[in-house]
């Protein structure tokens, strides 16, 4: 074994794939890129994330308390990366870099209609946001592509690398 700096733990932890998140406060959308989440709870869906109080979306996903989180699948790598090198304080970023926004059923912030995967979300704890800006979001409801068949996601390492989805295995569970 050899010592690891702590600053890189989390390259090891990243367990789940890179996401959108979705705002709208004020009459304007924004979009951010999003690695830091996880699910907290099966029915309903809970999913806890991590959104860095320096970052726009912040303020509106505190002020609104809902959200939509996009699934992009490999094709759409470079502009995920692109959308999470700039700020939505100065940057149109749905236009930026040709996405559409498509509307949601039960929230206001808008869908990514090239995303195989939306989740409309609500804001369902904040207990963890001053301390840790970790909100814990319910989905609403959530919506998938089927034209997008065996989508591949990304998962980031740390300093611009990321690995593919890969082959899948089927190992005897008890959950179904």
Not at 7 to 14: A, P
Not at 149 to 171: C, N, Q, S
């Amino acid at each position: 074994m050899k010592n690891l700096p702590l600053s890189k733990v989390y390259q090891l932890l990243e367990p789940g794939p890179v996401v959108l998140l979705t705002t709208a406060r004020r009459g304007r959308v924004n979009v951010m890129t999003l690695s830091w989440h996880m699910m907290v709870e099966f029915e309903p869906p809970l999913v806890a994330c991590v959104v860095s109080n320096r970052n726009h979306s912040f303020a509106a996903l505190r002020a609104t308390k809902e959200c939509v989180i996009a699934i992009p699948g490999l094709e759409l790598a470079p502009k995920v990366v692109g959308v999470g090198n700039c700020s939505g304080r100065n940057v149109e970023k749905f236009e930026r870099f040709g996405l559409t926004a498509a509307p949601a059923e039960l929230v206001a912030p808008p869908l990514v209609a090239e995303c195989f995967a939306n989740l409309e979300c609500r804001v369902a704890d904040t207990r963890f946001v001053n301390r840790y800006c970790m909100f814990v979001l319910e989905v609403l409801k959530a919506w998938t592509d089927p034209a997008q068949r065996d989508p591949k996601t990304i998962h980031h390492h740390g300093y611009g690398r990321f690995a593919v989805d890969g082959e899948m295995i089927k190992l005897k569970s008890r959950m179904r």
